[in-house]
């Protein structure tokens, strides 16, 4: 344990290193763009693929698998494309152990071809409605075209987990004397466990020396553990995903299997952790799948504590309840104040946002306190809107921005457009912008008004009374591009002027929490 490094793990993994076959360094071989863009719902466009290559550039991944280029003209220009930007990490391409699959592959000018054949009798028999012997044939085929053109091939046995060890030998010492520069052994259905996933690549290592991967999937919650295991028997690759996105109940998570074997086994990834949690973000926008607050490491729940003996402990020495110190993976701890949390968490809490006299605390607390008593959990958010009101930070005056002036015009046969005037402290700022309808018009014309890219993560409209006079009450969440979010809720009788109203308030929450520096709601 070491307080200086930021990890406070146990050291009885020290009492069992010794059984384990860990590589000298591990290979990150990410599939987010490929796999991870095969989890239903999910549909990057041709920019939010390339930001998010960039991205895992910039986190340290050595491959990116970046589609599977025959499936369309759109995957295989991304591909391309993603291949042109001459990155760090190397780009690869899927493909079947057909010709015309791997041509394209090539034309995007990949670095690695990534090439597959089901080996088990039920894509033999079901799928593909070959042979063994010719499944064979064609995987050492197909590995040779792809090295004849001087890129790297990697080569998968799919369902290798449902496959005979004896067949799955010949596959892999076959493809190795083709030329194969990697094995990747896939987990196609999430079924098998750790201790049979070490067993199985010890026996594979008997027998093929070229670096061995591995590919899991998450159907039975074991995609991490079964990675783990592998690496620990001796792979020297892992295939993961952001935010564990993939077919089905998807992939290994980057996050926890990275986390994992640098903080917990010491095995080094090349991944800068810092960056983890922004990554994260990134694909959690562009992907629209809304990460669980208690997902490990990167969710909003995996530094928080609320337990009054939590936080006190976390007030004294945050190791007493936190495995590693949040920044290591670009997190930040939060204390979430609800009925288990005491008086001493809220008041250090708020010491440490504001300037505030004995008064105004007492004031603030017994508002928490009442608050408490009705609402199940109390976010930060809600302390700080209590505090910014008590400390009456909330007038007009002092909010960074308000709204002077907007005209919206929609109809039927018109884009509908809108053009605001807003008071961004004494700058006075003009901008129109378009939309599907009259309140995205205006949350445009707002955005460009303020020279910012917000996304509107939510949006909940009801009416509060009845009739079409209706009184319309509206909640907006923003998320600026750094993972900020904050809240508004307004309240009117037009609808577009709640939604406007909402906003700006939404807005001033996330400049005043940025300023604060507690980002993240
Ligand atoms: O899960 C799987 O088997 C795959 C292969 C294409 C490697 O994704
Ligand atoms: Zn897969």
Redesign the pocket.
């Known amino acids: 344990m070491s307080e200086e490094t930021g990890v406070f793990v146990s050291n009885f993994i020290d009492h069992v290193r010794d059984r384990f076959q860990f590589p000298e360094r591990v290979y990150v071989f990410d599939t987010t763009l490929r796999?991870g863009e095969q989890m239903p719902g999910v549909c990057y466009t041709l920019e939010e693929k390339l930001a998010i290559a960039r991205q895992l550039d910039k986190l340290g991944v050595d491959v990116i698998e970046a589609g599977f280029p025959v499936n369309s003209e759109e995957e295989a220009e991304a591909v391309a494309k993603i291949a042109a930007e001459r990155l760090d990490a190397k780009i690869c391409g899927?493909a079947r152990c057909v010709k015309v699959d791997i041509d394209v592959c090539l034309k995007c000018d990949v670095d690695r071809v990534?090439i597959?054949i089901g080996t088990s009798d039920i894509h033999l028999k079901w799928k593909l409605k070959m042979s063994e012997e010719k499944a064979l044939q064609r995987a050492v085929e197909h590995v040779e075209y792809v090295k004849c053109h001087g890129v790297e091939c990697e080569f998968?046995c799919?369902?290798a987990t449902r496959t005979p060890l004896e067949r799955l030998v010949k596959f892999y010492t076959a493809v190795e004397s083709a030329g194969a520069d990697v094995i990747?052994v896939?987990d196609?259905v999430g079924c098998i466990e750790p201790t049979a996933m070490e067993y199985l690549i010890s026996r594979l290592r008997e027998h093929v020396s070229i670096p061995i991967s591995v590919?899991c999937?998450n159907d039975m919650g074991l995609a991490t553990a079964n990675t783990l295991a592998g690496v620990k028997a001796g792979a020297s690759q892992v295939h993961v995903t952001v935010n564990g996105l993939g077919?089905r109940a998807g992939n290994a998570s980057l996050e926890q299997v990275i986390t994992t074997l640098e903080a917990l086994y010491k095995v080094k990834t090349g991944v800068r952790l810092e960056l983890l949690t922004e990554t994260s973000r990134l694909v959690e926008r562009f992907s629209m799948i809304k990460m669980p607050p208690n997902y490990p490491v990167v969710g909003d729940n995996a530094f928080a504590h609320e337990a009054g003996i939590h936080v006190h402990g976390v007030l004294e020495r945050a190791a007493c309840y936190e495995p590693l110190s949040p920044e290591l993976v670009g997190q930040r701890r939060r204390i979430v104040m609800g009925k288990h949390t005491g008086k001493h968490a809220v008041s250090n809490f708020i010491r440490a946002l504001f300037k505030v006299n004995e008064q105004q605390l007492q004031t603030i607390v017994d508002r928490v306190k009442e608050l408490s008593a009705k609402k199940k959990k109390i976010t930060e958010d809600d302390v700080i809107a209590i505090a910014q009101e008590v400390l009456g930070m909330l007038s007009k005056e002092k909010r960074a921005v308000n709204l002077s002036e907007i005209v919206v015009v929609t109809g039927n046969k018109i884009t509908p457009t809108a053009s605001v005037q807003l008071e961004v402290g004494e700058e006075r700022k003009i901008a129109a912008g378009m939309g599907v309808g009259p309140v995205d018009a205006a949350s445009n014309a707002i955005q460009r008004a303020l020279g910012e890219e917000l996304a509107l993560m939510n949006y909940k409209l009801e009416a509060i009374s009845g009739g079409t006079n209706a009184l319309a009450s509206v909640e907006v969440v923003v998320e600026d591009p750094k993972g900020n979010v904050a809240k508004g809720v307004a309240v009117s009788g037009d609808i577009v002027m709640a939604s406007v109203s909402a906003i700006i308030e939404a807005i001033n929450h996330l400049y005043l929490k940025r300023a604060l520096k507690v980002g993240r709601g």
């Open positions: 796999d899927l990534h597959f998968s799919e369902d990747n896939p196609t590919h999937h077919e």
